[in-house]
């Protein structure tokens, strides 16, 4: 089952049990979804729907912060269901360690030794890790390997 019929099925299901939290939030993925198919003009691949999966997580992780910051725990609560309900549906995330062992490969691949190369580091790198990593993350741990 691909991700979209994923959602869809989860969303038949929150209707079913009156989650009516989770219901939206799942709507409200799958209208950013539908708006990009519009401006494509095709059906999206899993690939692209964990895209704006994570750019939604994202969205949602940075309003959070803002929101903490200004003492708005009301609704710093609601966009933390909302990035767990969302988190469901990316793949699995790599750990510390896994990230580590990808950016020492990438390093020999690629000959990077200095924050000069950290571009040319970032851009073989990203590719591997879409999806499965915070790129705040990876970046940091690059940065450690390149001083």
């Known amino acids: 089952m691909d991700l979209s019929q994923r959602l ?31 401006d494509v003009k095709r059906t999206l691949n899993d690939d692209e729907v964990l895209e704006i999966l994570g750019r939604e997580i994202k969205q949602r992780k ?8 200004a003492g708005r725990d009301d ?6 269901d909302e990035i767990e309900i969302l988190t ?17 490969k990438a390093i020999q691949e690629t000959g990077a030794s200095s924050k000069a190369d950290m571009g040319k580091l970032m851009g073989a790198l990203m590719p591997k890790v ?10 940091t ?7």
């Open 88 to 104: 469901q549906y990316l793949p699995a995330q790599l750990s510390e360690e896994e990230i580590k062992e990808i950016v020492q």
């Open 141 to 147: 741990i690059v940065q450690q390997y390149l001083q």
């Open 8 to 38: 869809n099925e989860d969303m038949k299901q929150a209707m079913k049990s009156q989650d009516k939290f989770k219901l939206s939030t799942i709507r409200m993925v799958r209208s950013a979804i539908k708006n990009v198919e519009i």
């Open 75 to 80: 609704l710093a609560d609601s966009l933390k």
């Open 62 to 69: 940075d309003a959070l912060q803002q929101f903490e910051s």
């Open 130 to 139: 879409k999806g499965r990593a915070d790129g705040k993350l990876v970046n």
